[in-house]
């Protein structure tokens, strides 16, 4: 089976710009959750998907959004970048249909730097 | 706020030798717990999970939870120069997001 394939790998942007990445589960997973990596705050939650909906939401500010489609795979956008969101943003499947207590599989992640 | 703490390291341990690893959780309606391995420059990588009160073995791993304590814990035996990576507990709370702790550095000694 493949694993989570989070494209791109890397990304430079600038302050004020808008990003979008994108994270592809592993085959029959259907929740799709995404994490802000970065040395000081180590990993932070930012959302949960399942079935196109969000099921959880962490303290980000609103210029952090996503969505799940139809067939599981999510998108994470990022509005008016600010330098403190260079980060590795990783993406993780599980196959939890209630979320409790299936594993996450983690994606290489996305290196986003901000200028 | 619901909070993950380990111990923060970083751990040296010998060659052979058990490391030991803590983690404990503030959430007492945790359910599910898991261990997560991340070497440098690479993602999470699943190790272990464990979500009933006593000790579970896979090979060299062997995790401990004790709900009462609030505590989880991860031993490596005989340990090897590949296990030295940054070790992350993570927790899914009762309302179900799953918060990681900061990870402890552990390296192993040839």
């Known amino acids: 089976k493949a694993g989570v394939t989070q494209t791109p790998r890397y990304l430079i942007k600038t302050r004020g710009q808008q990003v979008t990445l994108s994270c592809s589960p592993i085959?029959?997973?259907?929740?799709v959750s995404w994490y802000q990596q970065t040395p000081g705050q180590g990993l932070q939650f930012l959302f949960e998907?399942?079935?196109?909906?969000?099921?959880n939401k962490g303290n980000f500010p609103g210029r952090f959004s996503g969505r799940q489609f139809s067939n599981s795979r999510s998108e994470m956008n990022v509005s008016t970048l600010e330098l403190g969101d260079s980060a590795l943003y990783l993406c993780?499947?599980?196959?939890?249909?209630?979320?409790?207590?299936?594993?996450?599989?983690f994606g290489n992640g996305t290196r986003l730097t901000v200028t | 706020q619901k909070e993950v703490e380990q111990n923060s390291g970083p751990l040296s341990v010998p060659e052979g030798a058990i490391a030991s690893l803590n983690c404990t959780y503030s959430?007492?309606?945790?359910?599910?717990f898991f261990w997560y391995r991340q070497y440098s420059g690479k993602s999470p990588e699943l190790i272990m999970f464990?979500?009933?009160?006593g000790d579970k073995e896979d090979g060299r791993f062997t995790a401990q939870l004790n709900k009462a304590s609030q505590y989880v814990s991860l031993l490596i035996r005989d340990s090897q120069p590949s296990d030295s990576a940054t070790y992350l507990c993570?927790?899914?709370?009762?309302?179900?997001?799953?918060?990681f702790g900061a990870g402890t550095t552990v390296t192993v000694r040839a």
């Open positions: 993780a499947s599980s196959a939890g249909a209630t979320g409790g207590s299936s594993p996450l599989h």
């Open positions: 085959s029959g997973h259907r929740s």
């Open positions: 998907y399942f079935s196109e909906t969000q099921r």
């Open positions: 959430d007492r309606g945790s359910q599910s």
């Open positions: 464990i979500y009933s009160n």
């Open positions: 993570a927790v899914r709370d009762s309302d179900y997001k799953l918060s």
